[in-house]
C-alpha cells in the first residue's frame, strides 16, 4: 500500500509545497504512521525535455534531503510521484522484493505509471506477450503491462481500464478477490488520468486520518491540476475522486481541462 502523486500544468512550475512542505506533503505522509510506513522506496518521473526517472530503493523519510534535492529541480508540466509500502502476493524474500527494478514509477515509450494496492494473484494475469516485458518482481508491474496490452488493444483509456478490470477479475481465485486496489495514476499522450477502484478500506488516510485509505483527492485550477492519495493540507477546495471513478485531464489553450467517468463496479 503506497502513496501517490500527479500534477500536469498548463506552463513549467514547480511542486515542492505539495512534495516537501505541507502539513501533510508526500514526504511527511510517508512516516506519518509510524506503524505502518512508506519504508520499501520511492520514485520520482518529470518531463524535462524528455522524460526524467530516479528511483531509490531505500525508504524517503531515511533520505529526505535527496528527495528534496530533486524536488528542488523540478521546474515541470508534468510530474509523478509514488512512495512505496510494499506488497507481496508472491511471498519473496526481502531482498528479492526490495529490487531497484520493483520500485516504481514503472516507463515504458508510452506511459508513465504508479499504482497504490495490490494484485493478489500476478502469476495468474494474463498479459500475453507483454509478459516477457516484465523486468521485476511487483505485482504493480504486472498491472503496468496489463494496462499497456489494453491499451493497444481497445480505442479510449475508460475501455482499456475496463478490459484490465475483467482480466484482473479471470486471474483471481473462485473464492478469492483479484485485487485490494487499482488505485493509479498515469500520463499517456499528454494526458494525465487517475483512478480511484478499491474493494475496502482498511483504515483511515495516513496524515490528516480524514478519510478512508483508498479515497483519492484532486485538487483542480486553471493552470494546474494536482491527484493525490490523500489530502498535503485541510483546504477545502481538495476533492474526493470517488471509487470507480476515472479522472482525465489535459490542456487546452493555455489551460487545464478535465473530465470525470464513472465505470461499472463488478
Given at each position: 500500500m503506497c502513496r501517490l502523486f500527479g500534477m500536469l500544468s498548463a506552463k513549467p512550475c514547480r511542486p515542492s509545497n505539495y512534495l516537501c512542505t505541507e502539513k501533510c506533503s508526500l514526504l511527511k505522509q510517508s512516516n506519518a504512521a509510524p506503524s505502518?510506513?512508506?519504508?520499501?522506496g520511492w520514485g520520482i518521473a518529470y518531463h524535462d525535455g524528455g522524460m526524467r526517472v530516479f528511483k531509490s530503493a531505500n525508504a524517503v523519510f531515511n533520505e529526505p534531503e535527496t528527495f528534496r534535492k530533486i524536488v528542488r529541480e523540478i521546474d515541470s508540466t508534468f510530474v509523478l510521484a509514488h512512495l512505496r509500502r510494499?506488497?507481496?502476493?508472491?511471498?519473496?524474500?526481502?531482498?528479492?522484493?526490495?529490487?531497484?527494478?520493483?520500485?516504481?514509477?514503472?516507463?515504458s515509450q508510452d506511459l508513465v505509471f504508479a499504482h497504490n494496492g495490490t494484485v493478489n494473484r500476478p502469476n495468474a494475469v494474463d498479459l500475453g506477450d507483454y509478459r516477457s516485458q516484465v523486468a521485476g518482481d511487483n505485482d504493480s508491474e504486472v498491472l503496468f503491462w496489463l494496462l499497456e496490452k489494453c491499451l493497444a488493444e481497445e480505442s479510449n483509456v475508460k475501455d482499456a481500464?475496463?478490459?484490465?478490470e475483467r482480466a484482473l477479475d479471470k486471474s483471481a481465485a473462485k473464492d478469492g478477490k483479484p485485487f485490494t486496489a487499482v488505485n493509479m495514476?498515469?500520463?499517456?499522450?499528454?494526458?494525465?488520468?487517475?483512478?480511484?477502484?478499491?474493494?475496502?478500506?482498511p483504515r483511515k488516510s495516513l496524515c490528516l486520518g480524514d478519510r478512508g485509505y483508498y479515497a483519492m483527492c484532486f485538487m483542480p485550477a486553471m493552470e494546474r491540476l494536482v491527484v493525490m492519495s490523500e489530502p498535503?493540507?485541510?483546504?477545502?477546495?481538495?476533492?474526493?475522486?470517488?471509487?470507480g471513478e476515472l479522472l482525465t485531464a489535459r490542456?487546452?489553450?493555455?489551460?487545464?481541462?478535465?473530465?470525470?467517468?464513472?465505470?461499472?463496479?463488478r
Open positions: 505502518k510506513p512508506q519504508a520499501d510494499a506488497s507481496n502476493p508472491r511471498k519473496l524474500p526481502k531482498d528479492r522484493l526490495m529490487a531497484i527494478e520493483n520500485i516504481q514509477p514503472f516507463v481500464i475496463i478490459s484490465m495514476i498515469f500520463h499517456r499522450d499528454n494526458e494525465l488520468h487517475a483512478y480511484c477502484r478499491y474493494q475496502s478500506h498535503p493540507n485541510p483546504d477545502k477546495g481538495w476533492r474526493t475522486l470517488e471509487n490542456v487546452e489553450s493555455g489551460k487545464v481541462i478535465f473530465e470525470i467517468q464513472s465505470l461499472p463496479i
